[in-house]
């Protein structure tokens, strides 16, 4: 779920055959793993069907996906259960990168040690890209938006950590991935200037505030006031 939107079952790459409507369907679904009634994800999906045609279109799309599964594996395998008109992933039979990456993200947020500083990484590893970059779900977007800003928060509060524990090397590296999360972000370009000049590297300040300037020239934008400061008192000496 986090970068391209990738099926796996049975070993296998489910990258063509099943149809778009039991993709989208699987995918409702994981990001909603609480679940929810037949009449809000087909509302939420597909918000141009009638009140009289709902059913018809949650169960064209259910059985889509479950003979899709069954010819991949030659068996049933059942990834929605049902309660009543109340539908949620089977986590027996479903995994996701994207529950991993919140279930770290958890773990960090209840300690602040060297384990909150491995949850962290774990998370920081597991989101590699947007959620299902690429698809124009409009339903998706806002949860798109806030797992953008949460792994962004989640790689600033790690970088912390490394560079307090003395890993500069480490925390440049996790604040150049901050940028690969949001390459428009001003904070991690500033921590990485910083932490750039407090090793004597000013070629490589010069660097970042170079890319940070080209990028925000694309938006039409240019750097904050406080981000053009600490830029020229990290240069100019004295």
């Known amino acids: 779920m986090l970068g391209p939107y990738t099926l796996r079952a049975f070993g296998v ?7 778009s409507r039991a993709r989208a369907l699987l995918a409702y679904y994981v990001l909603h793993p609480e679940g929810a ?3 809000q994800a087909v509302d939420d999906l597909w918000p141009e069907i009638g009140p009289d045609q709902v059913l018809k279109q949650f169960w064209r799309a259910l059985g889509d996906l479950r003979s899709h599964l069954e010819r991949t594996g030659h ?6 259960v049902k309660r009543g008109n109340h539908y949620r992933c089977n986590e027996v039979e479903v995994a996701c990168d994207l529950w991993d990456f919140e279930r770290a993200l958890d773990a960090a ?4 040690d060297e384990t909150a500083r491995a949850a962290l990484r774990r998370a920081v590893e597991e989101y590699r890209g947007d959620l299902m970059s690429g698809l124009d779900f409009p339903w998706a977007e806002p949860l798109r938006v806030r797992l953008r800003s949460r792994a962004l928060d989640a790689a600033l509060r790690l970088a912390v950590l ?13 604040l150049e991935r901050a940028l690969d999360v949001d390459p428009y972000a001003e904070e991690p370009s ?9 090793r004597g590297h000013l070629d490589a300040v ?3 505030w170079q890319l940070l300037t080209r990028r925000l020239s694309d938006l039409g934008v240019v750097p904050s006031s406080a981000t053009t400061s600490l830029y020229e008192r990290l240069v100019r000496p004295g």
């Open 13 to 19: 790459e489910l990258s063509s055959g099943m149809r």
């Open 75 to 80: 068996t049933h395998m059942e990834v929605l």
């Open 190 to 198: 500033c921590r990485l200037m910083a932490l750039h000049a407090a």
């Open 109 to 112: 947020a209840q300690r602040d």
């Open 206 to 208: 010069g660097a970042t």
């Open 162 to 174: 490394e560079e307090s524990a003395g890993r500069l090397d480490t925390a440049v590296a996790v």
């Open 37 to 39: 009634r037949v009449e």
